[in-house]
């Protein structure tokens, strides 16, 4: 084991294998297109990315994250949303379904339990919550790729 990584395993995917970077590209497009404010997508991005470990994806969805226009004491308490006044219940709704998405093996049985589901559902219409769900399925996609390569933090990629 390395204590202190400074460079990935290897090369961004996407160079190696350039048919998957218009993929990519595509789910990208798509969860942008469902009508939830950017803000929502950021939130969800960086606590699934917190969850999976993924220091590029913390340190990028930050970035983003602030540049959208999130506040700093949102940005620094999403890791405790629960405990902290500074969301929405629409934000907090679509929290736990990135967590309970993020964890699915955490659970026996229901993933996403219909109580969970309901309670996203009265925030969020049914493209609202494709892009919420797609958005949330990508930035796994992200983080585990990601996590496997020990891609730094700090990576910038485009």
Known sequence: MR??????????????????APAVQGLIKAAGEGGLPQETLELVHLRAS??????ACVY????????AGLSDKRLWSV??????????DAERAAL?????????GDRSGDAVPDELWDEVADHYNERQLASLILW?????????INATVQEPAGTTWG
């Open 3 to 20: 204590s202190n990584i400074v460079q990935a395993r290897m090369k961004n995917l996407t160079t190696i294998l350039p048919d998957a």
């Open 50 to 55: 917190q969850i999976n470990g993924c220091s």
């Open 60 to 67: 990028a969805g930050s970035q983003s994250a602030h540049k």
């Open 79 to 88: 890791s405790a949303w629960r405990e902290a006044p500074f969301y929405s």
């Open 96 to 104: 736990a379904l990135a967590e309970a998405m993020t964890r699915l």
């Open 136 to 144: 949330i399925a990508t930035t796994n996609l992200f983080n585990r």
